[in-house]
């Protein structure tokens, strides 16, 4: 099995430039997961940068060693894990950009392997749907976010990163009674805002739900809800209050803090988590590299609950 590169083989500040120093390969085959980084920033409305997220990502992962030792899980003796590098989008045409990742992503589906994607902007998740649906049918969605991305239009557009799930709920990607979305809140232009997506049967819980909790209850009943099926994790960093992630293009006060972030991922351990992103890291708005530090970190918590990978005391 691949395994990330030692801080004992080579010091945490040399070695390769990828996530977790783990090796690179072409393409998906052979693999049980994968890293892979969509850089587009082109559907943002606000501050751009995530284009630069990815590779700040995998700058911050160095020091992320291959045992977790919250939960016991140890992914890399289980699942053969890569990084398959970036997709190469067009930075000038976002349909375009919207094409090449449903390809790309489409081909990763075709190897069975499970993606974890370092993003990018939040509107690289509906090219990647389009590819996981094709694969395995309508899909689970757990989505946490600060916004619930159901806009039907940005200054006429009907694709962009606040569209996103608007267009997956119209294109039938989602499985009905079987999408989730956590930590919504700020401002709004009207309560339909967070409304519409409860008329499609989303259950909808803002911060305010969260605030002074722990998330594990809610992450039993998200299981029970689930079931057996496919699902995909979304997971937007502005999600996160900006005290612990500033570093992202629409950011919000009063959002989930980094512990209530665990608890979201690891209350996804027995699920049929076939696929999952971290989305909206900015690195030009956190110079510490904090946010993308936090990113990090969450995506080897993604992949450490991805089936085929047992924790102690796992469903």
Not at 134 to 162: C, Q, R, S, W, Y
Not at 203 to 228: N, T
Request: proline share 7%; with cysteine.
């Amino acid at each position: 099995m691949n395994q990330p590169m030692g801080g004992n083989d080579m010091p945490r500040f040399g070695g390769p430039g990828t996530m977790m120093r783990l090796p690179t390969q072409p393409t998906a085959e052979g693999l049980d997961a994968c890293f892979v980084g969509v850089p587009l920033d082109i559907g943002t409305s606000h501050r751009s940068g995530t284009r630069y997220g990815p590779r700040q990502i995998r700058a911050e992962s160095t020091l992320i060693r291959p045992y977790n030792m919250g939960t016991g899980a140890a992914p890399f003796e289980k699942l053969q894990v890569a990084d398959l590098g970036d997709v190469a989008i067009n930075t000038f045409n976002l349909l375009h950009s919207m094409s090449i990742i449903e390809k790309s992503f489409s081909e990763i589906f075709r190897h069975n392997c499970r993606p974890l994607c370092l993003g990018g902007d939040h509107t690289i998740t509906l090219p990647i749907l389009r590819a996981c649906a094709k694969k395995n049918g309508p899909l689970g969605l757990i989505h946490v976010d600060a916004h619930a991305d159901i806009n039907d239009t940005m200054f006429g557009e009907k694709i962009a990163h606040g569209t996103t799930f608007r267009r997956a709920q119209e294109e039938g990607l989602l499985a009905q009674g079987r999408v989730v979305q956590i930590g919504l809140r700020g401002s709004g232009y009207s309560a339909d805002d967070f409304n519409w997506s409860r008329r499609q049967g989303f259950r909808v819980v803002q911060a305010e739900q969260c605030w002074h909790r722990s998330l594990a209850p809610l992450m039993s009943e998200v299981r029970e809800q689930m079931g057996d099926h496919p699902v995909y994790l979304s997971f937007d960093i502005d999600s996160l209050d900006p005290a612990v992630a500033p570093g992202c293009g629409t950011p919000e006060i009063g959002g989930l803090t980094s512990v209530q972030a665990l608890e979201v991922i690891r209350g996804c351990q027995g699920l049929d988590m076939v696929g999952a992103d971290l989305v909206e890291v900015s690195p030009p708005y956190d110079t510490s590299g904090n946010t993308a530090l936090v990113a990090a970190n969450l995506l080897f918590e993604m992949l450490c609950v991805l089936p085929g990978v047992r924790s102690p005391g796992s469903p």
